[in-house]
């Protein structure tokens, strides 16, 4: 090999790699420098501008409560996860199981069988229980509503055996 010579150190071919060490670690640097500012702005909150960025203002609406609206403002939301959460806040607000009947998606925090649980647990009632469809979530609804009332009655309709011994001990 031409560059490694016996007792010899060739500088040019170690000022080449130092050379190439350099320029990549520079371009390392700035594509992290890059990276990180182009992270840090998708962080940035939506400024609401209803003249010229009305669907900013579109999706903060969506998430405006039964508080701020009522019933039947729900009906006239745009976005379907706000539409559900508005009616879902409206039925456990007024304590009312037929609101639950308008909610028409199944969402992680917002669907009827929540609904209804949320009723039940409100109005400490288990008949919203009943209109519950998952039967896990319908033995914790009346486990919930037992406990409030501290009546092992409202146990009996459990089916898991475990939920029931469970409900038996929380509704003494």
């Known amino acids: 090999m031409s560059f490694i010579t016996a ?10 790699a130092v050379v190439l060490a350099a320029i990549a670690g520079a ?4 594509y992290q420098q890059y990276s990180y500012k182009k992270i840090e702005s998708a962080y940035q909150p939506v400024v609401s501008d209803p003249i010229n960025n009305p669907v900013s203002n579109q999706i903060n609406n969506a998430s405006t409560t ?5 019933e039947s403002d ?6 379907p996860l706000g ?3 508005c009616y879902q806040d409206a039925a456990i607000e007024k304590k009312d199981p037929s609101v639950c009947d308008k909610i028409q998606g199944d969402w992680p925090f917002y669907s009827k069988n929540k609904c209804y649980s949320g009723v039940a647990s409100a109005k400490q009632d288990p008949s919203s229980c009943d209109k519950i469809d998952d039967q896990a979530t319908k033995d914790n609804c009346y486990s919930i509503v037992a406990s409030a009332q501290k009546d092992s009655s409202i146990c009996d309709k459990i089916q898991n055996e475990d939920n029931k011994n469970n ?3 929380l509704a003494k």
Request: hydrophobic share 25%.
């Open 66 to 70: 039964s508080q701020e609206k009522g």
């Open 7 to 16: 007792g010899k150190t060739n500088f040019k071919y170690l000022l080449v």
């Open 167 to 169: 409900c038996y001990d």
């Open 27 to 30: 371009g390392i640097f700035f």
């Open 74 to 79: 729900c009906g006239e939301m745009q976005d």
């Open 83 to 85: 539409r559900d959460s």
